[in-house]
């Protein structure tokens, strides 16, 4: 009996993140935050030592945009208070959690505005998507928290 092998077999788990975070990318984008669950957190947690080059170019490739990853290490204790996203952001914690905070852009931005603060936890398998010129928070750090911190930068045509 031949066997042959359903796309869902062979995809890979970081072909599955970047396409689960695509996906809720197309609808939230440039429109409110969202946390998102993607399927194959597994693949970019264990790569999160690295630089994550097949994450970016895969992820820029399917939003035809640049994408660049860094990291942020929050000790104990540690805050990261209003920081303005300059451009599209999804913050991915890789290690420990931590508290979130988005608050609504102001009035007026020919843009989506947020009526209520959005307040959670961050947290190992979670991403959270900010879009440009809101404000966030990164804050209740109760043991070390690292997170990747992926940039969307708009196409330069």
Known sequence: MDYELTSAETESGLDRFVRDLALCLSVHRDR???LVWPDGIDAVVAGADAEL???TTALGALLGS???SS???LPVGGRSERNTAGTDLVLLPVKGSCGGRVEPVSPGQGRAVLEHVLELRLRVGEALYVPRGFVYTLDFVHTPCTLQ???LHPSSW
């Open 32 to 34: 409110s935050p969202a």
């Open 53 to 55: 080059p097949g994450l």
């Open 66 to 68: 640049e994408v660049t």
């Open 71 to 73: 990291s942020v290490a």
């Open 149 to 151: 911190v992926l940039a």
